[in-house]
């Protein structure tokens, strides 16, 4: 069974780089089936996708209400893959998943595994 | 964006019996094969969301046989046919059809 687990700090401050990493476990971060993703949760705005990426780094799709400020990354040799948001601010402050997304036709599809999440707070 | 609503909010259901949730899209999610890119997420106390039924209708392994999704374009339901105490949650629709993937508002299931 796939297990994923973020790792990061909880705590950010205000304009800051917010740098999560998810660690894979159980299955090949190199799938051709599937690509990875992040997801965040907050009270106000509920799920929101924040991104998506294939390992070879060859597609890579981002929620544009994110204004271009997400960078993700696969690291195949550890089997893992990193979130950068950048110039963070209140809003940003939620819970991160990461997750491994199955194709599903010719759309991205859908969240099959998760990590259990992890919260990060902005503040100064 | 494609926007998913789902009703009701939340639902206290007696064990035993069964439930309902709805979720519509702006836009239909229903595509060239017949295939509609709708999926359903059930979040508990304290962990992540676990995908119950995807592509509309497909339970994924391990789910429960209690769950079934339907539905076609722009409306999808999730029922449960026989509600038990481990049901209690919020459940979430998600539309992977056009970006960005969206997730519906949820909609919180207790127990009477």
């Known amino acids: 069974q796939v297990q994923l687990q973020e790792s990061g700090p909880g705590l950010v401050k205000p304009s800051e780089t917010l740098s999560l990493t998810c660690t894979v476990s159980?299955?090949?971060?190199?799938?051709?089936?599937?690509?990875w993703g992040w997801i965040r949760q907050s009270p106000g705005k509920g799920l929101e996708w924040i991104g998506s990426?294939?390992?070879?780094?060859?597609?890579?799709y981002q929620n544009p209400s994110l204004k271009s400020r997400v960078t993700i990354s696969v690291d195949t040799s550890k089997s893992q893959f990193s979130l950068n948001l950048t110039s963070v601010t209140a809003a940003d402050t939620a819970i991160y998943h990461c997750?491994?997304?199955?194709?599903?036709?010719?759309?991205?599809?859908?969240?099959?595994?998760w990590g259990q999440g992890a919260l990060v707070t902005v503040s100064s | 964006e494609i926007v998913l609503t789902q009703t009701p909010l939340s639902l206290s259901v007696i064990p035993g019996q069964a439930a309902s949730i709805s979720c519509k899209s702006s836009?239909?999610?229903?595509?060239?094969?017949?295939?509609?890119?709708l999926y359903w997420y059930l979040q508990k106390a304290g962990q992540s969301p676990q995908l119950l039924i995807y592509?509309?209708?497909n339970r994924f392994s391990g789910v429960s046989d209690r769950f079934s999704g339907g539905g076609s374009g722009t409306d999808f339901t999730l029922k449960i046919s026989r509600v038990e105490a481990e049901d209690v949650g919020f459940y979430y629709c998600?539309?992977?059809?056009?970006?960005?993937?969206?997730f519906g508002g949820g909609t919180k299931l207790e127990i009477k």
């Open positions: 997750a491994r997304q199955k194709s599903s036709g010719w759309s991205l599809g859908f969240f099959d595994f």
């Open positions: 159980g299955g090949s971060i190199s799938s051709s089936l599937h690509h």
């Open positions: 990426m294939y390992h070879s780094g060859s597609t890579f």
């Open positions: 836009q239909s999610l229903q595509y060239s094969d017949g295939k509609s890119f």
């Open positions: 592509e509309t209708f």
């Open positions: 998600m539309q992977s059809a056009q970006l960005p993937l969206t």
